[in-house]
C-alpha cells in the first residue's frame, strides 16, 4: 500500500526557510519520479518541484527556482524539499506525490504560511 506523509511545515517570516519532509512506503522509490506540488487558498494545485528515481535530474517551477532545493534519501525512504528566501506568496499547503502506473498518490500535506 502506497503511504506518503509530509511533515515540516509552519509559520516563518519572509526571507525565512523550512525544510519538509516526505516519508513514502510500499513502493520502490528508486524506481519513481516524485513531486512537490502546493495548492494556495483559492488557486489551482500547482507542481513546484520534481526529482528522477536516481535523484540526478530536478525540474522547478519558475516561482521557486533559486530558491527551493528537492532532493531525496531512497535509503530513508524520504524525500525533502528545502524552502530559502520564503515570500508571503509561497503559503500554502504542500504534498507530496507519486504516480505509479496509472494512478497517482497524495500525501495529507503540510501548511506552510510565510508572514509579511
Known amino acids: 500500500q502506497v503511504q506518503l506523509a509530509e511533515s515540516g511545515g509552519g509559520l516563518v517570516q519572509s526571507g525565512g526557510s523550512l525544510r519538509l519532509s516526505c516519508a513514502a512506503s510500499?513502493?520502490?522509490?528508486?524506481?519513481?519520479?516524485m513531486s512537490w506540488h502546493r495548492q494556495a487558498p483559492g488557486k489551482e494545485r500547482e507542481q513546484v518541484a520534481a526529482i528522477t528515481g536516481s535523484g540526478r535530474n530536478q525540474n522547478y517551477a519558475d516561482s521557486v527556482k533559486n530558491r527551493f532545493t528537492i532532493s531525496r534519501d531512497n535509503d530513508k525512504n524520504t524525500m525533502y524539499l528545502q524552502m530559502n528566501s520564503l515570500e508571503p506568496e509561497d503559503t500554502a499547503i504542500y504534498y507530496c506525490?507519486?504516480?505509479?502506473?496509472?494512478?497517482?498518490?497524495w500525501g495529507r500535506g503540510t501548511q506552510v504560511t510565510v508572514s509579511s
Open positions: 506525490s507519486v504516480a505509479i502506473r496509472s494512478t497517482r498518490y
Open positions: 510500499g513502493f520502490d522509490l528508486s524506481t519513481y519520479v
